[in-house]
């Protein structure tokens, strides 16, 4: 009896984590050429909202890599992850060094997320810190790096992070911010939003506190040294 109960219950667990792994390969494949309408953060910031009797507020506007500045581009990287073009989803140097911060016992340790792991984690997954999502986030951020191209994750990341309070991409952010379209963000409009993002809803880019001000001075800086981006490597 209880060796029957035990070959079920390994027959359903194999049965779902192929049904995992498809769904998984199956949606990543689909993201590779179709926009992301929705991620499940934009789910859980509408379902704050109505519990905490603020306005529902979800603005996000797709546009192609080719209708957003290259200048956006070019700030997260110089903000978020300087060694995108070069990895394979995960910066180790920066890894080893937060790990080595920690145990001198650093409090605020810069985090080591790239580019690539904040998409994985903003399109397929729940925000949070558990090691579950940590080691679910490792396997789209493996399988996205395999199947789509930088410039393609740079185009799903820069469509898809949240840059304001219901406010959700450069063409949302750029109309939210500055009345403009993300084709025309300057640098320093650029800079401003890359600067927020490690804290979006604390943060403004328009108008900039002096945090943020501080951020985009730095971010343009970099941007000068970086000179452009070629995401199509």
Same mark, same amino acid.
């Given at each position: 009896?209880?060796?029957?109960?035990?070959?079920?219950?390994?027959?359903?667990?194999?049965?779902?984590?192929?049904?995992?792994?498809?769904?998984?390969?199956?949606?990543?494949?689909?993201?590779?050429?179709?926009?992301?309408?929705?991620?499940?953060?934009?789910?859980?910031?509408?379902?704050?909202?109505?519990?905490?009797?603020?306005?529902?507020?979800?603005?996000?506007?797709?546009?192609?890599?080719?209708?957003?500045?290259?200048?956006?581009?070019?700030?997260?990287?110089?903000?978020?992850?300087?060694?995108?073009?070069?990895?394979?989803?995960?910066?180790?140097?920066?890894?080893?060094?937060?790990?080595?911060?920690?145990? *001198?016992?650093? %409090?605020?340790? %810069?985090?080591?997320?790239?580019?690539?792991?904040?998409?994985?984690?903003?399109?397929?997954?729940? =925000?949070?810190?558990?090691?579950?999502?940590?080691?679910?986030?490792?396997?789209?951020?493996?399988?996205?790096?395999?199947?789509?191209?930088?410039?393609?994750?740079?185009?799903?990341?820069?469509?898809?992070?949240?840059?304001?309070?219901?406010?959700?991409?450069?063409?949302?952010?750029?109309?939210?911010?500055?009345?403009?379209?993300?084709?025309?963000?300057? *640098?320093?409009?650029?800079?401003?939003?890359?600067?927020?993002? =490690?804290?979006?809803? %604390?943060?403004?880019?328009? =108008?900039?506190? =002096?945090?943020?001000?501080?951020?985009?001075?730095?971010?343009?800086?970099?941007?000068?040294?970086?000179?452009?981006?070629?995401? *199509?490597?």
């Amino acid at each position: 009896m209880g060796n029957t109960m035990g070959k079920k219950i390994f027959r359903l667990i194999g049965k779902a984590a192929l049904w995992f792994f498809g769904l998984s390969i199956f949606s990543v494949v689909i993201f590779r050429f179709v926009p992301v309408p929705v991620t499940p953060l934009m789910l859980i910031r509408c379902v704050e909202q109505v519990f905490s009797s603020d306005d529902l507020r979800m603005k996000h506007d797709w546009v192609s890599i080719d209708e957003i500045s290259k200048n956006l581009s070019l700030a997260v990287v110089c903000s978020e992850d300087q060694n995108f073009m070069n990895h394979s989803g995960f910066d180790m140097k920066a890894i080893e060094r937060s790990v080595d911060a920690v145990k *001198r016992g650093v %409090k605020r340790v %810069k985090g080591a997320s790239t580019i690539s792991q904040q998409t994985a984690k903003n399109v397929f997954l729940w =925000p949070g810190r558990s090691w579950i999502r940590k080691g679910f986030e490792v396997y789209f951020t493996v399988l996205i790096e395999f199947v789509w191209s930088k410039e393609r994750i740079m185009e799903v990341y820069l469509n898809s992070i949240e840059m304001g309070n219901g406010i959700y991409g450069a063409e949302a952010a750029a109309n939210f911010y500055w009345k403009t379209s993300a084709k025309n963000l300057s *640098r320093t409009q650029a800079a401003a939003i890359a600067a927020i993002l =490690p804290n979006p809803l %604390k943060y403004s880019a328009n =108008p900039p506190g =002096p945090y943020v001000q501080e951020r985009i001075g730095w971010i343009v800086g970099q941007m000068g040294q970086w000179g452009n981006l070629n995401l *199509r490597k």
